[in-house]
């Protein structure tokens, strides 16, 4: 399972959270866990929506 | 032929093969380095890593996988899987010792082109079942395998093998900073692993021929099965070279490619520390100690200690370095460090 981050100073994260381990997962072709991350999105899971602040 | 002669003769080939030194693949062959942890337990499901950049996948069983300093004479380590429990490896069971290289430091090997050359593995490997194993040597990018095979021929005994992998030109490796080879050493497997014939040559990726049908090792059928390696060795030419031993420092800084941490050391000196005003963003950039693969994955490990500020958080990272910081929380000097060897901040870029 996996879960957006916040903004950071107005700007999107470029990173996705893995809940399992609190795994800062950045938005990197080349990163192994983030394409176990896209094939979990290919498979229709949707990560939770971000903490409020 | 002398043994002496018979060296010499072989560095020749290495010589003639295009590399007398650096000419090992593999990082860490020898098992010195273990950023990670010297041992992992319970492991049922997933990857385990001691031993840095040499990886266990297990989906049958319970294991634990360890840096020993058991090891052949010339060795200090080697790196150990042990089943702790067992069930049936059915159709699908695995437990595999895997490593990957990168396409960039593949293109020596020239596959996919008129020129491809072939490769030698070697290693020293100890296990307390007689068998013969399969490895699997993937090519990831063009979806190709050679699976080979070696023979425990005693029981807890180190033993030295060698296996020559042929020239393809099919299929050249990628230059770029993904994986492209993956050699899967293989324990125990699955009946769907094994239902192929390998004809030892490259050939197209199959299941069946992962393991194939000359796989008989059954590692991880009783508890306390083990199998251990060091000394492990890739390189171009069809003569098996001694072990290129490298220096710690050398093989650290290879490792780190892949993983590295900051922290880990109790009761230190803050490793940031600057002067804020209430409410700003601390933020205190910090290089890597070398450049990584890619983009890692990071994580904050433990209750680091820090004064005036709120939340620790990484706030960007890249494959050169990280920001770390957070909100101060009033006026004065904010500081983050370490109380305990277990408080880390992780970056992997494992392959």
């Known amino acids: 399972m996996y879960q957006h981050l916040p903004d950071f100073k107005g700007q999107p994260a470029q990173c996705i959270k893995r809940i399992a381990d609190n795994a800062f997962i950045p938005m990197d072709p080349a990163n192994t866990d983030y394409q176990e991350y896209l094939e979990w999105l290919a498979e229709g899971n949707e990560p939770l929506p971000a903490d409020t602040e | ?351």
């Not at chain 2, 150990?80 to 159709?91: I, N, Q």
């Not at chain 2, 990018?141 to 021929?153: A, I, L, Q, W």
């Not at chain 2, 769907?192 to 030892?200: D, V």
């Not at chain 2, 005003?277 to 933020?283: D, E, M």
């Open chain 2, 1 to 351: 032929m002398s043994s002496k002669a018979r060296e010499l003769a072989n560095l020749g080939n290495a010589y003639s093969d295009g590399a007398l030194s650096n000419r090992n693949l593999i990082i860490n062959g020898a098992m010195q380095v273990a950023q990670r942890g010297t041992s992992v337990t319970g492991l049922e499901v997933g990857q385990g890593r001691t031993c840095d950049r040499i990886g266990t996948y297990v989906n049958t069983g319970t294991w634990t996988v360890t840096q020993e300093t058991d090891a052949p004479d010339g060795f200090g380590n080697s790196f150990k899987v042990l089943a702790t429990a067992v069930e049936s490896f059915g159709t699908t069971g695995q437990v595999q010792i895997f490593y990957t290289i990168e396409g960039r430091d593949l293109q020596g090997v020239a596959k996919g082109t008129p020129s491809a050359k072939e490769m030698v593995f070697s290693f020293y490997c100890k296990a307390n079942k007689t068998g013969t194993h399969a490895i699997a040597f993937r090519d990831q990018d063009n979806s190709r395998v050679c699976t080979k095979y070696f023979t425990v021929n005693s029981t807890d005994t180190w033993e030295y093998k060698t296996i020559v992998l042929p020239a393809d030109t099919t299929g050249a490796f990628d230059n770029d900073n993904n994986g492209s080879l993956q050699i899967e050493m293989w324990m125990n497997g699955g009946s769907n692993f094994k239902t192929g014939t390998p004809t030892g040559a490259w050939e197209v990726f199959d299941n069946a021929i992962r393991l194939g049908d000359g796989h008989t090792a059954t590692i991880g059928d009783s508890v306390n099965d083990y199998f251990q390696i060091t000394g492990v060795q890739l390189e171009v030419g069809d003569t098996a070279t001694p072990f290129e031993h490298r220096s710690y420092g050398q093989e650290l800084a290879l490792c780190q490619r892949y993983y590295q941490f900051v922290g880990g050391q109790a009761n230190s000196f803050p490793l940031w520390q600057s002067y804020y005003a209430s409410g700003n963003y601390a933020v205190w950039p910090m290089p890597f100690k070398t450049e990584m693969r890619a983009s890692p994955t990071s994580t904050i490990v433990g209750t680091w200690q820090t004064t005036r500020i709120g939340t620790l958080a990484l706030l960007y990272v890249n494959n050169q370095g990280f920001g770390i910081g957070g909100p101060a929380s009033s006026t004065g000097l904010i500081e983050v460090y370490p109380n305990s060897n277990d408080d880390l901040l992780t970056f992997s870029a494992e392959l």
